[in-house]
């Protein structure tokens, strides 16, 4: 495991939010043929057509964004964290300082996802973004100007590793829930009430000043909730900045990406919003516990792979759910097709 400290380049690789908005909407798409040839295959496999299910679909996604024969020798796990300002107003349970001492506890080797990352083979990076600054409290202003948004998404867009089969992707951030619903809400609409969860564990009156602080917010920022981007980074996190980076750097590259819980899936959100397509390269590793993650994947139309009542972030739903991609790949390239065992295929 390894904590990547980021650093300022000269020429950053978007510079404003209109080359951001541009790169959005240039999109590659799959290698169609790719998935035909794994789709022809799992026809000829020992099986009923189509009785592994989602696990077929899956082999045949892996291999339209990789361009070839599906494989998963190279995955990679990038966890972003960040410091909210938004936590003054008592939407966490938890002190900001619990960000950093996190991080720690992730290069010692000791949370759920060094655990989860090491049984499902990947490799895992951390990435902490001006732990020491956090972004302003989005009820008096923007999270971020346009400058330090750009700098979060660019440092996002060059982690990702063109090489990689698979990113999955992650987050740590004392009151990022509050940042993610806030989000959610510009994109597709409601309040506070409608989007806030208990996060890391609020009480009702914790509950209650989260519900407030998404609303002063979304009230502050409504001449720019309009524009995906802009209330990004109004309403955002660089941690989330982060994420959206790269999505946005795994689908250049071909990369598929499973996006862990609500925050991640808010994160990515955007580029679904720029681009109908955005998200096309993405599987919803898991729906968490937090209330209005499965609203946000339907209205994205991203089903999970999984629901086991998880809540934790840290990009743990998509490092599990790495598991199930392993199987879908040992079952297509490990089974015996129909001739090869000497089974009798469907009669015509």
Not at 210 to 227: C, F, S, T
């Amino acid at each position: 495991m390894t904590i990547v400290v980021p650093t300022e380049t000269a020429s950053p690789r978007f510079a404003s939010f209109a080359a951001l908005r541009v790169a959005c909407l240039d999109l590659p798409g799959g290698d169609d043929a790719a998935a035909a040839a794994v789709r022809a295959r799992q026809a000829e496999l020992t099986k009923p057509p189509g009785s592994l299910g989602r696990l077929e679909d899956l082999a045949a996604w892996l291999a339209k964004w990789r361009g070839g024969p599906p494989r998963l020798d190279r995955v990679d796990i990038l966890v972003f964290a960040g410091n909210h300002g938004v936590t003054v107003r008592g939407v966490s349970p938890y002190p900001a300082a619990v960000t950093a001492q996190m991080v720690a506890n992730f290069s010692a080797g000791g949370a759920a996802i060094n655990q989860l990352a090491k049984a499902n083979g990947a490799t895992l990076r951390v990435i902490p973004l001006d732990l020491d600054t956090p972004t302003t409290d989005f009820t008096v202003g923007p999270a971020m100007d346009e400058s330090a948004f750009l700098s979060a998404v660019n440092t996002g867009y060059e982690a990702v590793r063109p090489e990689a089969d698979l990113l999955c992707l992650g987050e740590m951030g004392i009151g990022n829930t509050t940042a993610a619903a806030a989000l959610a809400a510009a994109l597709f609409g409601g309040d506070g009430a409608r989007w806030a969860g208990r996060g890391t564990g609020v009480d009702d009156k914790g509950l209650a000043r989260k519900q407030v602080a998404i609303d002063e917010g979304l009230a502050r920022h409504a001449a720019v909730i309009h524009d995906p981007l802009q209330a990004a980074a109004a309403l955002g996190g660089r941690e989330l900045a982060a994420i959206l980076g790269a999505t946005l750097a795994a689908r250049h590259h071909r990369v598929p990406v499973l996006l862990d819980g609500f925050v991640c899936t808010a994160a990515a959100a955007p580029l679904a919003k720029v681009h109908a397509g955005g998200l096309d390269h993405v599987q919803a590793a898991h729906v968490s516990a937090e209330a209005a993650h499965r609203m946000l994947l339907d209205a994205l139309e991203l089903p999970p792979l999984l629901d086991l009542g998880m809540r934790l972030g840290e990009g743990s739903g998509a490092a599990l759910a790495v598991s199930i991609l392993r199987a879908a790949l040992a079952c297509h390239t490990g089974m015996a097709t129909f001739a090869e065992a000497g089974v009798a295929s469907k009669s015509h």
